[in-house]
């Protein structure tokens, strides 16, 4: 027997999610253009004409004012950022369940 509504559902769920990481990274973009004195509107619009002809390392070049192929600039984001900010934020989590251990004993 198949499940249609589970299938269902999960496909729904990855939309949303897909929809809430592109609307995340239009945000980030529009704040990056913005904050280079660029025109964000222009700027969005023409990253995503190009994420979406293939070009999957297009990204904001503040320096030249232009949309540019972030790889073809060897412009990457180090491992060593990701894990850090993963390491934090896991550090972060778990002092605030401590901290909230020691509030409900109390």
């Not at 589970?6 to 529009?30: F, K, L, P, V």
């Amino acid at each position: 027997m198949l499940n249609i509504d589970g299938q269902q559902e999960d496909h729904r769920r990855r939309e949303a999610e897909e929809d809430r990481i592109e609307m995340q990274q239009i945000t980030e973009g529009n704040t990056l253009a913005e904050n280079a004195g660029m025109k964000p509107i222009e700027v969005v619009t023409e990253l995503r004409a190009q994420h979406a002809a293939g070009v999957n390392g297009a990204g904001i070049d503040v320096k030249k004012g232009k949309v540019s192929d972030m790889y073809a600039m060897n412009v990457v984001q180090p491992l060593l950022v990701s894990t850090s900010a993963i390491k934090l934020a896991t550090e972060t989590v778990s002092l605030i369940m401590k901290i909230d251990d020691l509030i409900v004993v109390q």
